[in-house]
């Protein structure tokens, strides 16, 4: 392969952010297009500021896709009295009294935030929520402070054994449920000889994870539908005529100088803002792509003929869920609502999110809708409690205005955290608590943090107290460092260690009972949270020479993927090792063969391997070379008393990319690997083949 | 998905956001990892896009030659980067190559580390040129048009470039 091609390739693989993603650009132009019709709630400001207005807009419509929110949120004036990164009170959530409530800060949000922030010619609104009669709710609900393990949601390792953990892989012990290729078979393992039973798919909905509770399969799809609507801009005419065809030249013959497009492009842009030409109003169809997520719930008692019991859609993306009992908690993010100016309070579809159960409309009452005081985000996450073994599926429902960056779900609440309003030049993060219970949902408190919490790895609860880790980007100085924040029950700080990890990018964190991991990709700093004093305190700083991914494998221990060098310091292989709760390397194998690069593009997720930490196993997709080119492997290793051992691997002559494994179970002694096109089967003892069923 | 590309710019050119994202979706892969590449830093990159999409929405309706919507954006955006890259210097915001080196492992997956390491450490016009070259497929007299320079620089920083990185990569 040529080097400049290596080199495309490699980058290439880097991902987009989600912020400039193709649908994110297009609601923050569509803002742009929509704020020109709004100029009459704009105040006086200079052309220079609106330009920056138009910016900060944009930056507010895409806040869903943003890790970070570097200088473009409300500012609010640092108050030394409060703890370090800690803002008290001033991020009160009410609840919405009626629409109109929620009208005006949508309105708000769209319209003013953006020109009084930036350009500080005009004072922020101090309170964004309704003025008039609403109560700040607190309703803390106590915690029972039980030390009940929390479910985490990132690298908890796989598992099928976790029925509360939606997943695209799931077992009743007989059959196997899966979602592949946007549809999901029900196959009978049968010993490892495979039957089809049923197969779902339908048109516009795309299965993504599954729970299986009793005789009640639920499946979690996503479902976009295309709206149509008529978007007004104004039209300018005359004086970005004369630097269009500048421009033109520009462009197409590259004769101009850079500085010089720019400042075409400059001109062009007041030309369009100054409204001193000639202007037509004109009405443009468009459309825009819309996702829900749907909820079926199907009877199985007949595999072959599963019965749909109800259906239950909201709107957004799906972010997470978690099944606890009878009830499903469903999390999605709702944004790029907007088709039209929002000129009419009485067009709820504009602003109100709805949701759908057996297809009858809704709107989510204004009661049930959160409202920050300092709304920062036109973001809606929205929470609904399901109950999968009832008649009617909704059992409650809320929404609050925030973007849900991370969520965290513990026994008895949901932890949302979004992107806060910056605290001085610093980011920072706003967390909605809501206790959940039987599939009722109740606002519970909120709290605000300097810093954005990194993912939803960072987020745990421990003994009723909520332990974060938060990346914080200093807009000024553009300095970064991670924080380790404590929450008591009462969701007031009661620790916290700031400024570690100085300009290091922490991906990825551990919890382990008093203890945190932070991990970045050249060290692992370790510190551990002395309970109950809940003052985390600095312990240690790991080094590590490769990048290495972190799974855990049982209390206590951790599972480590990562490379094996030759002489040159190339990767040659891969390796798996055992880790102990202070990252010590107990136990490592090299998985014989395997290509560096194959191990499963899905490394983040939570179940790429899979462990059975009773049964001492542990399931690695990778590949290795062939006389083909390569083939996809599955490995198998056990772990022991005398550390981990290779017991073999899956091989399978299927050499394509899409027919490597994504995912394994254990049955009784069979093996079951699954690739996009297949699920194979092997005797667990020697990892024969069996059988190889296809999907399709 | 297939659409009429012509339409779609005329479309864009008369404010439709939607088919202007559409435009955008066909280059944006490109134009973000060019940034990313020039400026080394997802962030600043992130915003490198968003303001030339900006700008080029603002000004599509100057573009008269349909067909040089790419070269076109891709312009605006290394007018962007450019100043972006002027802003560290006048601010003396210059990151330090091990800041870059964390940025960039942050950034990218495993596979592209060894590469984006030694990417980052070129020059900064070296980075721009090259990733032009090798993301947007570009030849040296394209990239002297799009950069206001001459051919002749343009190629003789690509081979400056591509030597140091085949060098920095065998000696590791």
Redesign the interface.
């Known amino acids: 392969m040529k080097?400049?091609q290596?080199?495309?390739e490699?980058?290439?693989?880097?991902e987009?952010?989600e912020?400039?993603?193709?649908?994110n650009?297009?609601i923050?132009?569509?803002q742009?297009?929509s704020s020109a019709n709004l100029k009459s709630f704009e105040p006086q400001i200079s052309m220079k500021s609106k330009k920056k207005a138009?910016?900060f807009r944009?930056?507010a419509a895409i806040a869903a896709g943003f890790a970070?929110v570097?200088g473009v949120m409300a500012f609010v004036k640092d108050n030394p009295a409060l703890p370090i990164g800690y803002l008290e009170s001033a991020e009160e959530i009410k609840e919405a009294e009626n629409y109109a409530d929620v009208y005006k800060v949508i309105q708000d949000a769209f319209v003013k935030n953006g020109t009084s922030k930036e350009d500080n010619t005009i004072e922020p609104d101090q309170t964004i929520a309704p003025a008039t009669g609403t109560q700040t709710k607190t309703g803390q609900t106590q915690n029972t402070g039980d030390s009940q393990k929390s479910i985490s949601y990132d690298i908890s390792g796989s598992s099928l054994n976790d029925a509360a953990e939606a997943d695209i892989l799931k077992t009743d012990g007989n059959n196997l449920y899966y979602i592949a290729n946007g549809s999901l078979y029900i196959v009978s393992a049968n010993g490892g000889k495979m039957t089809l039973l049923s197969k779902a798919s339908s048109t516009g909905t795309y299965p993504v994870e599954m729970y299986i509770n009793g005789n009640r399969l639920i499946v979690i799809s996503n479902n976009t539908v295309e709206t149509p609507y008529e978007?007004a801009?104004s039209?300018e005419t005359a004086a970005?005529e004369t630097?269009?065809?500048?421009?033109?030249t520009?462009?197409?013959?590259?004769?101009?100088?850079?500085?010089e497009?720019?400042k075409?492009?400059?001109e062009?842009?007041k030309g369009?803002q100054t409204g001193g030409n000639s202007k037509t109003e004109?009405k443009?169809p468009?459309?825009?792509l819309q996702t829900n997520t749907v909820v079926e719930i199907y009877d199985i008692s007949d595999k072959a003929a599963p019965k749909i019991v109800s259906t239950y859609k909201q709107n957004g993306s799906y972010i997470s869920s978690k099944m606890q009992g009878n009830a499903v908690y469903l999390v999605t993010s709702y944004s790029g609502y907007q088709t039209k100016p929002l000129d009419n309070k009485e067009d709820l579809d504009n602003y109100v999110p709805a949701y759908y159960i057996n297809d009858a409309k809704n709107y989510i009452q204004a009661s049930d809708i959160c409202i920050p005081s300092q709304a920062g985000s036109t973001s809606y996450a929205i929470v609904s409690g399901l109950d999968v073994q009832g008649a009617s599926p909704l059992v409650s429902i809320k929404a609050v205005l925030s973007n849900a960056k991370s969520i965290y779900f513990s026994d008895s609440y949901l932890y949302i955290a979004g992107s806060g309003n910056a605290i001085g030049d610093k980011n920072s993060t706003l967390l909605t608590r809501f206790s959940i219970k039987d599939g009722t949902i109740s606002y519970s408190s909120n709290a605000s943090v300097e810093g954005a919490v990194i993912n939803s790895s960072a987020m745990n609860e421990n003994s009723g107290n909520l332990r974060l880790v938060t990346l914080t980007?200093d807009s000024k100085s553009?300095k970064r460092y991670s924080n380790i924040f404590v929450l008591g029950s009462d969701f007031k700080l009661s620790g916290s260690l700031t400024g570690i990890c100085a300009?290091?990018?922490v991906?990825e964190v551990l919890f382990e009972d008093g203890k945190v991991v932070l991990m970045?990709?050249?060290a692992q700093v370790l510190a551990e949270i002395n309970l109950p004093g809940n003052e985390p305190k600095l312990s240690k700083t790991l080094s590590s020479s490769l990048?290495v991914m972190y799974y855990k494998y049982s209390d206590g221990k951790f599972a480590g993927i990562s490379?094996i060098l030759d002489k040159?310091?190339?990767?040659k292989s891969i390796k798996l090792s055992i880790y102990d709760s202070n990252l010590k390397e107990i136990s490592s194998v090299e998985l014989d063969g395997a290509l560096p690069?194959s191990f499963s593009n899905d490394t983040e997720s939570k179940n790429v391997l899979f462990f059975d930490s009773q049964s001492g196993l542990i399931g690695i997709p990778a590949a290795s070379k062939s006389e083909y080119g390569f083939k996809n492997l599955y490995y198998l290793v056990s772990y022991g008393n005398d550390g981990l051992k290779l017991k073999g691997k899956l091989e399978y002559n299927d050499v394509e990319q899409n027919s490597s494994f994504n995912r394994a179970i254990v049955s009784g002694d069979i093996l079951y690997a699954f690739s996009n096109e297949r699920i194979v089967s092997a005797q667990l003892s020697d990892l024969k083949v069996i059988e190889a069923f296809g999907l399709n | 998905m297939s659409f009429d590309f012509s339409e779609t710019v005329k479309?864009a050119q008369?404010?439709?956001?939607?088919?202007?994202?559409?435009l955008?979706?066909l280059v944006?892969?490109d134009l973000?990892?060019i940034a990313?590449?020039s400026l080394r830093n997802?962030?600043d990159a992130?915003?490198a896009?968003?303001?030339a999409?900006?700008?080029?929405?603002?000004?599509i309706?100057?573009?008269?030659?349909l067909n040089?919507f790419k070269?076109?954006i891709v312009?605006?955006l290394?007018?962007?980067i450019?100043?972006k890259q002027r802003e560290y210097i006048e601010n003396n915001?210059t990151q330090d190559i091990?800041?870059v080196?964390?940025?960039i492992?942050?950034?990218?997956?495993?596979?592209?580390?060894d590469?984006?390491e030694e990417?980052a450490k070129l020059e900064k016009t070296e980075r721009l040129v090259?990733?032009l070259?090798?993301?947007a497929g570009y030849t040296s007299d394209?990239i002297?048009?799009?950069?206001?320079t001459n051919p002749s620089t343009v190629r003789s920083k690509l081979m400056r470039a591509?030597t140091k990185?085949?060098q920095r990569l065998t000696s590791?």
């Open positions: 080097f400049e290596k080199i495309n490699l980058i290439n693989d880097v987009v952010p912020c400039i993603s193709p649908e650009i297009a923050m132009l569509r742009k297009t138009i910016a944009s930056s970070l570097l978007t801009i039209q970005s630097t269009a065809a500048q421009s033109e520009s462009a197409t013959s590259g004769t101009t100088a850079g500085e497009a720019q075409q492009i400059s062009g842009d369009a004109k443009i468009s459309s825009v980007t553009g300009d290091k990018t991906s970045s990709s050249s990048p490379g040159s310091g190339n990767v690069d | 479309k008369s404010g439709d956001a939607d088919a202007f994202a559409r955008y979706s944006y892969k973000y990892h990313l590449c997802q962030h992130c915003d896009v968003s303001e999409v900006l700008d080029a929405f603002t000004s309706k100057k573009l008269k030659d040089a070269a076109w312009k605006i290394t007018v962007k450019k100043k915001n091990e800041d080196e964390q940025e492992k942050g950034e990218i997956n495993n596979d592209g580390f590469i984006m990417f090259l990733s070259n090798v993301v394209e002297a048009k799009i950069c206001d591509k990185l085949k590791e």
